[in-house]
């Protein structure tokens, strides 16, 4: 029986590229927000490219055949509702997809804050010619929240650099081969106090909700640096920036936010200390052709039978290494 793919798009014109190749193997029928309830009725897998999209919750009811959704994201907190959980239909996700980049963006936010760029930016708009010293990274502590696969790039990367890096999980270790020492992200008051940086690169789930919150900036070194390229509700924004304007913590480079876009008067934006960027850590160029190509590959497995990869753990709320492994 042939078999039907439909792709969720944000609108006509927002298709992802490469899909024809499956055509010849299975129908593929592109879909809005408003149109998938009827799309979702004939469909036996579903390709979730608009992965911010509320649309799949609303468009549940009538899905009565589907077995797949792969979604076009490495976080799929947006997408785990109650009934697809507790459904047997498989999701997936972009693993792997976004890792380098977001490694990538980590080192060049704490090379940043190091050389201190922001601050002669700052002089030069003044006009200013100020010496001054800047800091070195090679042995400087870091603690990246999140053994996943960003976090494991992130861990290589800044290991490469110099960097003594040190990780948090679910799970401890003493040698795990890329961040050596893993410790218990549910006890980071107990971790964060040694560190200049504070990466938070975990998925978002129920355990990671609001787990840098005034305790764990109150513990952290002063004038330390936190970078969050996971998800937004993952960090206390009143907390960051009540410790921001105490002085304690040094500064935050924030690439995801509670609310996106962020609000034009939200104070953020004219808190001295604080770097935002608009959920671009992994966003490099091709990024788009990159999950595509993702898709056509994940889709010639199901439609072969073969074991699909980058399974979520649909309790846990994210992928482990293994597709189907625990983390």
């Known amino acids: 029986m042939r078999r039907t793919i439909a792709v969720l798009c944000r609108d006509d014109h927002d298709r992802p590229p490469g899909l024809e190749e499956l055509t010849d193997r299975a129908d593929v029928i592109y879909a809005t927000a408003d149109t998938l309830p009827e799309a979702i009725e004939t469909a036996d897998a579903l390709f979730v490219w608009d992965f911010f999209s509320p649309a799949v919750r609303i468009a549940w009811p009538r899905a009565r055949r589907l077995e797949w959704i792969h979604v076009a994201s490495a976080?799929?907190?947006?997408?785990?509702?109650?009934?697809?959980?507790g459904s047997e239909v498989l999701v997936s996700n972009a693993r792997g997809v976004f890792d380098q980049p977001i490694?990538?963006?980590?080192?060049?936010?704490?090379?940043?804050?190091?050389?201190?760029?922001?601050?002669?930016?700052d002089l030069q708009q003044a006009h200013r010619w100020q010496h001054r010293e800047t800091r070195s990274i090679?042995?400087?502590?870091?603690?990246?929240?999140?053994?996943?696969?960003?976090?494991?790039?992130?861990?290589?990367?800044?290991?490469?650099?110099?960097?003594?890096?040190?990780?948090a999980g679910r799970r401890t270790a003493t040698d795990d081969p890329d961040f050596g020492t893993v410790v218990d992200s549910a006890r980071l008051v107990d971790h964060v106090g040694t560190v200049d940086h504070l990466v938070m690169a975990a998925p978002l789930t129920a355990q990671t909700t609001g787990m840098i919150n005034a305790d764990v900036l109150a513990a952290m070194r002063p004038g330390a640096h936190l970078i969050n390229v996971g998800r937004g509700p993952s960090v206390d924004e009143d907390a960051v920036l009540q410790s921001l304007r105490s002085g304690h913590l040094g500064a935050a480079s924030l690439d995801v936010f509670v609310d996106e876009p962020l609000a034009d008067d939200h104070p953020f934006w004219d808190e001295p200390g604080m770097h935002i960027s608009p959920h671009l850590s992994g966003d490099t160029e091709g990024w788009l052709d990159r999950l595509a190509t993702q898709f056509v590959e994940q889709a010639d497995r199901w439609l072969d039978g073969r074991e699909l990869i980058n399974i979520v753990d649909k309790q846990r709320g994210y992928a482990a290494p293994t597709g189907r492994g625990q983390q």
């Open 75 to 85: 976080g799929v907190d947006a997408l785990l509702f109650d009934d697809l959980v």
């Open 103 to 121: 490694a990538e963006y980590v080192l060049a936010a704490i090379l940043a804050q190091a050389k201190q760029l922001y601050r002669s930016r």
């Open 138 to 167: 090679a042995g400087m502590p870091v603690l990246v929240i999140g053994t996943g696969g960003i976090g494991r790039a992130i861990a290589r990367l800044l290991r490469a650099a110099g960097m003594q890096v040190t990780g």
